[in-house]
């Protein structure tokens, strides 16, 4: 444009509404939004999504001490989780780690992925390999989340929870916990979800797992509001504790 020349007026054509009918720009949009919101929230969209990396690699074995929680010298599992940032990943040494009596044997406080099945050397995780095990003596429940956090455990024996009114295996109090390739077994609660209890609001995801039912109470529970999603459930091997039918169903909901 030369200088001093007068600048040129733009003009904007609008697109008439009347040439879409019926369906507007306003609807349109708000049936975009509502697609969106429906594939963010399906289970197909979580398994499309690619994994986080984690922040950091924390790393446990049973008999572990110590706050370094490194290869060279791991760490107590829940001391672990305790340290852990939200997004840290912790790697578990095969074995069996157990609960002080009258607490659970892991308290997930953190948005972390827990996993289990890791060899001597850190190889893993294979969890049929390299059983590890979250043991209770029965004086409480074996896994109890809550602080409204989500995360993840997978490859792990869970068993011997007891002396609890609800949960004897794992209780999801709030926040969502996924749990894969694991087994949950021989636990006990005194009214409902033996194997499993999971609050109202909480959510509890599975994959890839057997869970037993467990004396005077159902294997599974979920109140009112709680949400649990299967993804794939394991029904035969013979590396697995076998399903037993005690009293109850094997879910109440």
Same mark, same amino acid.
């Given at each position: 444009?030369?200088?001093?020349?007068?600048?040129?007026?733009?003009?904007?054509?609008?697109?008439?509404?009347?040439? @879409?009918?019926?369906?507007?720009? &306003?609807?349109?949009?708000?049936?975009?939004?509502?697609?969106?919101? @429906?594939?963010?929230?399906?289970?197909?969209?979580?398994?499309? *999504?690619?994994?986080?990396?984690?922040?950091?690699?924390?790393?446990?074995?049973?008999?572990?001490?110590?706050? =370094?929680?490194? %290869?060279?010298?791991?760490?107590?599992? *829940?001391?672990?989780?305790?340290?852990?940032?939200?997004?840290? !990943?912790? /790697?578990?040494? %095969?074995?069996?780690?157990? $609960?002080?009596?009258?607490?659970?044997?892991?308290?997930?406080?953190?948005?972390?992925?827990?996993?289990?099945?890791?060899?001597?050397?850190?190889?893993?995780?294979?969890?049929?390999?390299?059983?590890?095990?979250? !043991?209770?003596?029965?004086?409480? /429940?074996?896994?109890?989340?809550?602080?409204?956090?989500?995360?993840?455990?997978?490859?792990?024996?869970?068993?011997?929870?007891?002396? &609890? *009114?609800?949960?004897?295996?794992?209780?999801? !109090? $709030?926040?969502?916990?996924?749990?894969? +390739?694991?087994?949950?077994?021989? $636990?006990?609660?005194?009214?409902?979800?033996?194997?499993? @209890?999971?609050?109202?609001?909480?959510?509890? +995801?599975?994959?890839? *797992?057997?869970?037993?039912?467990?004396?005077?109470?159902?294997? =599974?529970?979920?109140?009112?509001?709680?949400?649990? /999603?299967? /993804?794939?459930?394991?029904?035969?091997?013979?590396?697995?504790?076998?399903?037993? #039918?005690?009293?109850? #169903?094997? =879910?109440?909901?």
């Amino acid at each position: 444009m030369k200088t001093g020349s007068t600048p040129q007026a733009l003009t904007i054509t609008a697109v008439p509404i009347r040439r @879409f009918g019926a369906l507007t720009f &306003v609807p349109l949009l708000a049936v975009l939004a509502l697609l969106l919101l @429906f594939w963010h929230i399906s289970p197909i969209a979580s398994l499309a *999504q690619t994994p986080a990396t984690p922040t950091a690699i924390r790393y446990a074995a049973p008999g572990g001490s110590g706050t =370094a929680c490194s %290869q060279l010298n791991p760490c107590a599992l *829940q001391t672990a989780v305790t340290l852990a940032d939200n997004g840290d !990943e912790i /790697r578990a040494r %095969q074995g069996t780690y157990t $609960n002080s009596p009258g607490q659970p044997t892991l308290a997930i406080t953190r948005s972390v992925t827990i996993l289990g099945g890791f060899d001597s050397d850190w190889n893993g995780p294979d969890p049929v390999l390299h059983p590890t095990f979250l !043991e209770s003596d029965g004086t409480s /429940r074996v896994v109890h989340h809550f602080n409204s956090v989500t995360a993840v455990l997978d490859g792990f024996h869970i068993h011997g929870g007891g002396s &609890v *009114q609800f949960g004897g295996g794992v209780h999801i !109090e $709030n926040g969502q916990l996924t749990i894969d +390739h694991s087994w949950i077994y021989d $636990n006990v609660a005194t009214t409902s979800g033996g194997g499993v @209890f999971i609050n109202s609001g909480a959510s509890g +995801h599975y994959s890839k *797992q057997r869970s037993t039912t467990a004396p005077l109470a159902a294997a =599974a529970f979920m109140s009112i509001l709680a949400a649990l /999603r299967p /993804r794939s459930f394991l029904t035969t091997s013979t590396t697995t504790p076998p399903l037993l #039918a005690q009293a109850g #169903a094997a =879910a109440s909901m």
